[in-house]
Structures are given as structure tokens and as C-alpha cells.
């Protein structure tokens, strides 16, 4: 399933955050790469009908604002960035909840088969009846995916789901996203920070800059230097791996970035000599 935005512009009051974005999800995993207050948390609530914009959203060629709620939840789901369950609620009832849409006043035994099957495959099985109160930030973010593919989706929407993660649960929650896309043959968008998990895990990298698209494509084509400098303003050194895959080396600040730095350390000189 392919879900696409075209000419999509949305902003809060006067404060324009995207204009004119065309991107395009298809099977696979698509990162949303790009520096704070880029637009990627916005473009995801665009993308799965949280917000409202100016343009158009479609979905297999059909707009989302013909779409009823129910179809809508079905076929997309969105994974916030600040996921948290405030009930006292086990591993298990989180992630039936993901369900929510298609249950009725009793829980089927399709229902339960459904979960216990997910929570196998994410090796989750072992904390069903555990509190998700009482796990760890990184078992709370495994718990969020599950319960967000519980609605079996044709489209996973991601906001930063490696945020507030140390670098090993980073790569476990990457790889674990990989494999359930391509396992379910699903078409996956997750916005992220880190370039190199971007270049590993992606297909495709999307890069938004004040909110534009300023380039699409795979990741050898779109991480360069030259893009990495003008976007996050840093010197960059890009090296394949062995499967071809960009490696990024962060450097340091840009030159222009030096020397505005250097200019107002003199002038911060200057004025306390005077003073």
C-alpha cells in the first residue's frame, strides 16, 4: 500500500511549518531525516489524518478525508514520540488495546491469538502479564511498536521511536521495525535524528528542511557531505560500508558556523574590555 502527500502545506496560526511537500511511502522502511522544527512530527500526523492541511493525502490513490475513522486506524497506524500508559495496565492489555478499533463488549479468542502471536514474535511474551508501569524505557518503546502493529496496519507512521534509547536498544528497536516490515510486507515512515541508523535501516530517506523536502531518494544518493553541511550545518565525512551504505562521520560545525562563533566571541570581548 502506498501513501502519498501532494503539495502538502499545514501551519499553527500564523507559524508555517510545512509548505508544498510532496513525499511518497511505499513497501518498506522510509526515514524522515532532518534538524529540529524541520516539520517531521508534523508531516506524520499529516500523513495518518491526526492534523488537517492544505493539499491532499491519499492512500492507494484515495483521499484520507474520505475515509472513515474506523478504516483510517485500521489501515494506518501512528507511534507517537511520547507513548506512555498512565493506567495500570499489563504488557498484554496495552497492546490488545491496539486492537481497540475492531473489538467489540467481548474479547475474542481471534483477538487474544492475534496478540500472543505478535507478542511472540517480538520475544515480548515473557512480560505479557507484567505492569508496563513497572518496565524499563526500552521494554515501554518495544511494547508501543507491538501495540501499534496490533492493528495489523498496511502503513506504520514512527515519530523518533529510538528517542530516550542507549545505543544498543537503538539498534534493537531498528532492527526490530526492519524485520516486522518486511516480514509483513508493510510500508513503514519512521522520522529520525541519527544518520547512521537512517543509512542502515532505510530504503529511502526523506530529508525535510524548514519545511520543505529538500531531497529524496536511497541513502548512498541522499547522505553527502554537501547535503549534511547545508542542512545541519556541520562538517561531515561520508564512507561506504561493506554493503555500499554510507557511514557518517561528524567532523565538526561548519566553517560559516566557526566563523559566526568567532565573531561574536570577539565582539563578547570587546564589549566587556569597554565595560
Not at 239 to 250: A, K, L, S
Request: hydrophobic letters at 40%; a neutral charge.
Amino acid at each position: 500500500m502506498i501513501l502519498e502527500a501532494h503539495q502538502l502545506s499545514f501551519g499553527y496560526g500564523s507559524a508555517k511549518v510545512l509548505e508544498g511537500v510532496d513525499v511518497k511511502i511505499g513497501p518498506g522502511v522510509t526515514a524522515v531525516i532532518g534538524p529540529n522544527a524541520a516539520g517531521k512530527s508534523t508531516l506524520l500526523k499529516c500523513l495518518c489524518g491526526l492534523l488537517r492541511p492544505q493539499g491532499r493525502v491519499c492512500l492507494d490513490g484515495c483521499e484520507l478525508r474520505s475515509l472513515d475513522s474506523a478504516t483510517l486506524a485500521q489501515r494506518v497506524s501512528h507511534l507517537s514520540q511520547d507513548f506512555s500508559s498512565r493506567a495500570v495496565l499489563t504488557v498484554f492489555e496495552t497492546v490488545l488495546l491496539g486492537r481497540l478499533h475492531q473489538l467489540g463488549w467481548r474479547v475474542t479468542p481471534d483477538e487474544v491469538r492475534i496478540v500472543e502471536q505478535l507478542l511472540d514474535e517480538m520475544d515480548l511474551n515473557q512480560l505479557a502479564g507484567r505492569y508496563v508501569n513497572e518496565l524499563s524505557s526500552g521494554q515501554v518503546q518495544m511494547v508501543a511498536i507491538a501495540q501499534a502493529l496490533a492493528r495489523e496496519p498496511a502503513v506504520l507512521l514512527m515519530d523518533e521511536p529510538t528517542s530516550n534509547l542507549d545505543l544498543r536498544r537503538q539498534f534493537e528497536v531498528c532492527t526490530l521495525i526492519r524485520k516486522l516490515t518486511d516480514s509483513r510486507g508493510i510500508s513503514t515512515a519512521i522520522a529520525l535524528h541519527d544518520l547512521n541508523l537512517a543509512a542502515r535501516f532505510a530504503d529511502t530517506i526523506c530529508v525535510l528542511q524548514n519545511g520543505r523536502v529538500r531531497c529524496s531518494g536511497p541513502p548512498g544518493t541522499v547522505l553527502t557531505e554537501a547535503m549534511i553541511t547545508a542542512v545541519y550545518q556541520v562538517e561531515a565525512r561520508t564512507t561506504p560500508d561493506e554493503q555500499g551504505r554510507p557511514i557518517v562521520t561528524v567532523l565538526g560545525p561548519s566553517p560559516a558556523i566557526r566563523e559566526s562563533t568567532n565573531e561574536q566571541v570577539s565582539t563578547l570581548r570587546i564589549k566587556n574590555r569597554m565595560s
